[in-house]
């Protein structure tokens, strides 16, 4: 740890504010507000320490999505063998909802991580705790599963892969 740029202040700050960040990424990979809430709460458990240590601001973004990854691999249930009932008049936000509660965690995982909070195919690799080219195949087959899946709804919900993208 470099110490270089941060302060304890701030890190204890980082991880307050990271807490509302894991709280809402939560509620779209777990599929409810509650499950959100506990996810949160467990990141804010593993990223306490932290918050007596100087980190610089990559190293609190990395400590906070690895954080992230474990505590949805320790709450997620399976998802259920048959899609969630949902109509095509719902707003595109559920419909995509119950479209991604259809996929394994692994593939939810790296499309809320890449979409919603935007990592890079580097960033991504580091919060899964998997190589570059690992995550790289990972969201590639998880956007084509989602796409099948809202395919098969007759869905035309916009969704733009973002694998293969530069890193």
């Keep these: 740890m470099t110490g270089q740029d941060t302060d304890p202040m701030s890190t204890a700050t980082f991880v307050e504010d990271f807490e509302g960040r894991a ?45 992230v990854v474990k505590a949805a691999f320790a709450l997620d249930s399976p998802p259920d063998e048959l899609l969630p009932a949902w109509s095509l008049q719902d707003p595109p936000a559920v419909r995509l909802g119950h479209a991604l509660s259809a996929l394994p965690i692994r593939k939810r995982l790296a499309i809320v991580l890449a979409h919603q909070e935007n990592l890079s195919t580097l960033r991504l690799a580091d919060a899964m705790g998997i190589t570059p080219d690992a995550a790289e195949r990972l969201l590639s087959a998880a956007e084509g599963h989602l796409e099948a899946i809202l395919q098969a709804r007759g869905d035309d919900i916009e969704f733009e892969p973002k694998a293969h993208r530069a890193r």
Excluded: K, N
């Excluded at 949160?40 to 973004?61: C, M, N, S, Y």
């Design 23 to 67: 709280r809402r990424i939560g509620r779209i990979l777990l599929g409810s507000w509650s499950a959100g809430d506990t996810l949160a709460r467990q990141v804010r458990v593993d990223l306490e320490p932290a918050a007596h240590e100087d980190h610089t601001p990559v190293e609190l973004l990395s400590l906070g999505f690895r954080a």
